[in-house]
C-alpha cells in the first residue's frame, strides 16, 4: 500500500469511528437500552399475598436501563449483585437469593457509554436489588425524591438496603424532588414520577418513543402483573394507601396516554426485550 492511499484509508476508519460515536451520542429521539443483571430464585409468594398457584412465574429478574435523549443520558436503577463481585468468565455468582453473572459496566460499554457519560442518575427505589453499582454513578447528577434521601442517608435505615452500595451518592450533584415529577430534559418526552408507597420516595420512569409510544419504566410499583388485576399489595410496603394511590395514578397516566407497563422485576416483560447493545426506539 501506498503511503497516500495507507492516508485516505485512514482518514476513513477516522470519519467512521467519529460518525459512529456521534450516532451514539445524539440519537433523533429517546431510546432505552436494557441491561440483565441476573434473577431472584425461591421467593415466597406469600410476601406478595399470592399462593404459588396464583402466580404464573414466580422468579425475578433484574434488569437496568439507560435512557439516551439528544440532550443526555438517564441511567435508571443499577443491579443487584455489585460488578466486583461478578467473575471475569461470566460464572454464575449467588448472594442470598440473587444470582447473576454478567456485569453491568461492559454491557453499558457495548452500547457506547461509560459511568462518565451518565448525565443522570435515578434509582426507582434504595432496595438492594437495584442499587449494587449506584457509586458507579456519582459524576452524574442524582434525581431523587427528599424523603428517599432522608430515609437512605439515616443513621440505621431499615429493611432491604446496603448502604455501602450507594455511600458515594450522599456528594453526588444532587436534584432533590419533594413528592413531584421531574421533567429531565424539559421537553416531556422523559418524566419521574413520584411514585411513593413501596418505600418512602419511590420513582417511576415515563419514556415517549418514536415507534413503541410511551413506555413507563414501573420500578417495584409492581413485581408480579397478577398484582394489577387483582389490587394486591406486597406485606412488605413502607406505606399501603401511598401504594395503592400511586398505583391509581400510573393506571391512570397509562390509559390517558395508551402507554405499556414494564414491571421491572417480571420475567416475561424482560424476556421480550432487545437487551444492550440494541435498543428499544
Ligand atoms: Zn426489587
Not at 454464575?92 to 448525565?119: I, M, N, W
Not at 413503541?212 to 410496603?237: I, K, S
Amino acid at each position: 500500500m501506498t503511503w497516500q492511499r495507507f492516508a485516505v484509508l485512514a482518514t476513513l476508519v477516522a470519519a467512521a469511528v467519529l460518525l459512529n460515536g456521534c450516532a451514539q451520542q445524539t440519537p433523533a429521539g429517546p431510546r432505552i437500552y436494557v441491561f440483565e443483571n441476573g434473577a431472584i430464585r425461591g421467593l415466597d409468594p406469600a410476601l406478595f399475598n399470592f399462593t404459588r398457584e396464583e402466580l404464573k412465574e414466580v422468579d425475578f429478574v433484574n434488569q437496568s436501563y439507560l435512557i439516551v435523549h439528544p440532550s443526555g443520558t438517564l441511567m435508571f436503577d443499577a443491579g443487584a449483585i455489585a460488578d466486583a463481585h461478578l467473575k471475569d468468565d461470566g460464572s454464575v455468582v449467588t448472594e442470598g437469593v440473587v444470582t447473576a453473572s454478567k456485569p453491568l459496566l461492559p454491557q453499558l460499554a457495548a452500547a457506547g457509554y461509560a459511568p462518565r457519560d451518565v448525565t443522570y442518575f435515578a434509582l426507582s427505589h434504595f432496595h438492594s436489588d437495584h442499587t449494587a453499582n449506584a457509586n458507579e454513578f456519582a459524576s452524574a447528577t442524582w434525581i431523587v425524591q427528599k424523603a428517599e434521601r432522608d430515609f437512605m442517608f439515616a443513621d440505621s435505615p431499615r429493611g432491604i438496603v446496603q448502604p455501602a452500595t450507594y455511600s458515594a451518592l450522599r456528594d453526588a450533584k444532587t436534584k432533590i424532588l419533594d413528592n413531584e415529577d421531574f421533567d429531565v430534559f424539559g421537553d416531556g418526552s422523559v418524566v419521574v414520577m413520584a411514585t411513593p408507597g413501596h418505600t418512602p420516595g419511590h420513582q417511576v420512569v415515563a419514556v415517549k418513543l418514536a415507534n413503541r409510544g410511551t413506555v413507563v419504566l414501573a420500578g417495584d410499583l409492581y413485581h408480579y402483573p397478577e398484582e394489577r388485576t387483582t389490587g394486591r399489595v406486597p406485606t412488605f410496603e413502607f406505606n399501603l394507601e401511598q401504594s395503592k394511590a400511586s398505583r391509581a395514578r400510573v393506571e391512570k397516566f397509562l390509559s390517558d396516554t395508551k402507554a405499556t407497563l414494564w414491571i421491572e422485576h417480571d420475567k416475561p416483560t424482560h424476556a421480550a426485550l432487545p437487551k444492550a447493545p440494541a435498543y428499544v426506539d
